[in-house]
C-alpha cells in the first residue's frame, strides 16, 4: 500500500498462469498432448510450427488476472480490495500447482 501511495503513474495488479512448451518431434504429438491439455481445462494451448520445422506445444490456462489499481497517481481501489485480488491470485496460483 506505501509503493501504490507513492506511486505517479499507472499500476497493475497482473498475475499471468504458468507456461508450458513441449518439443514435438511429430506432429502428432503435439496433436495428442494439444487434446489432452484442452480437455484437462487448459484452453489457451497451443500448436506452433517453426520456419525449420520445429513443433512447439505450449500448454497454457486461463488463469489469468490484470486488474488496473491507479491511474496517474490516484489510487483508484481500496486496501480491502487488494487485499481480495491477492487472495483471488493466490487461489490461481495453487490451481496453477
Known sequence: MTALEKATGDAVFKFEPFVLHVLCRELQDAQLLHSVAVDSGFRNSGIT????????????????L???LSHKGRLMVSEEYIEFLVHV???KM????
Open 94 to 97: 495453487e490451481e496453477n500447482l
Open 49 to 64: 510450427v517453426g520456419r525449420g520445422g520445429k513443433i512447439t506445444m505450449a500448454v497454457r490456462s486461463t488463469h489469468c
Open 66 to 68: 490484470e486488474v488496473p
Open 89 to 91: 491470485a493466490n487461489q
